[in-house]
């Protein structure tokens, strides 16, 4: 059996933007999943809450669930070409879900779909909603998966990795529209990506993960600032900086990511940590409170504190 994600609690607060960072495999898409129950077979969540607005989406049955997908909970997917149907035109996919949660005619859902298309950037929205997704460019296609997950004004979108397949003139355009769109309707937005720089200009607080759980939590300027946990250290360290001389080589975090069906007894970060101690290897931490609001999961944050290497 393995954990992909194990441990894991966090809080999403209102009308904030919460970013999810860490390697390929770390769990991040798995939290998404979890959090709209979309986790596929093999796959299963075995216990746990996740608590929507009072709610616990583990207690009510697929119809609920199916009623809350869409319209109060919505995703952005990483791939859009793999998410958007390539046999249904863009009207199709985009009004579906207006007529079935919001309950109006066709052509209501026609006007909508139209104005979303305007409002997320996609020019003369009348034509290009008969296209179908193989006539658009990639970064058309993720502007309509972020129009489809507007189109019943959620009060939490998940985007995961909404960027990856896009170039990075188009990465800012995607994340500048998403944060305006949110920030304009109150909605809460959790985005998952590997790109701690996206991280740092548009998200509020931010998770960092790694083998399946939280290892460092906090405000994005204390935990990217300040980080408490070697892991942020060395994905911080990792980055290419124009403010720094330039180097023959990149800093790099030694070793590989542990094997998620065979983890090692105590952190599953101490084989490739160069602040570990004997305790690392018999006792797994828990989130400790650092200070007000930033928490990390390590025994070493006197001493990586200690040895000015948190700065």
Request: net charge neutral.
């Amino acid at each position: 059996m393995v954990k992909a994600v194990n441990g894991l609690s966090l809080k999403v607060l209102q009308g904030e933007t919460l970013g999810i960072v860490g390697e390929s495999g770390s769990g991040k898409s798995v939290t998404a999943l979890s959090i709209l129950r979309l986790v596929n077979h093999p796959g299963h969540i075995v216990n746990g809450r996740i608590l929507f607005d009072g709610i616990d989406l583990m207690n009510i049955s697929d119809k609920e669930m199916r009623a809350i997908r869409g319209k109060r909970i919505a995703m952005v997917f990483q791939e859009p070409m793999t998410s958007l149907n390539p046999v249904l035109t863009i009207e199709r996919q985009l009004s579906e879900a207006i007529q079935l949660h919001m309950g109006v005619s066709r052509d209501v859902a026609r006007k909508r779909s139209i104005e979303l298309l305007e409002k997320v950037g996609i020019s003369d929205p009348a034509m290009r909603i008969n296209d179908f997704p193989h006539v658009l460019s990639g970064g058309m296609r993720q502007r309509v998966m972020i129009a489809m997950a507007l189109s019943c004004n959620p009060d939490l979108i998940i985007a995961d990795e909404p960027t990856t397949a896009v170039d990075v003139t188009i990465q800012a355009q995607l994340l500048e529209l998403m944060k305006k769109l949110t920030e304009e309707s109150g909605t809460t937005l959790m985005i998952i990506s590997h790109n701690l720089g996206l991280m740092a200009r548009y998200a509020d607080r931010v998770a960092i993960m790694y083998a399946g759980k939280i290892v460092e939590l906090g405000d994005v300027f204390n935990v990217f600032g300040n980080p408490q946990h070697p892991y942020t250290l060395g994905l911080l360290n990792s980055i290419p900086r124009l403010d720094k001389p330039r180097e023959d080589t990149l800093n790099s975090i030694m070793g590989q990511p542990p094997d998620l069906a065979y983890l090692p007894t105590g952190c599953s970060f101490k084989e490739r940590c160069g602040y570990a101690v004997e305790r690392c290897g018999i006792e797994a931490p828990e989130l400790m409170k650092v200070n007000n609001g930033h928490w990390s999961a390590c025994w070493e944050i006197a001493r990586l504190n200690h040895s000015g290497q948190g700065g």
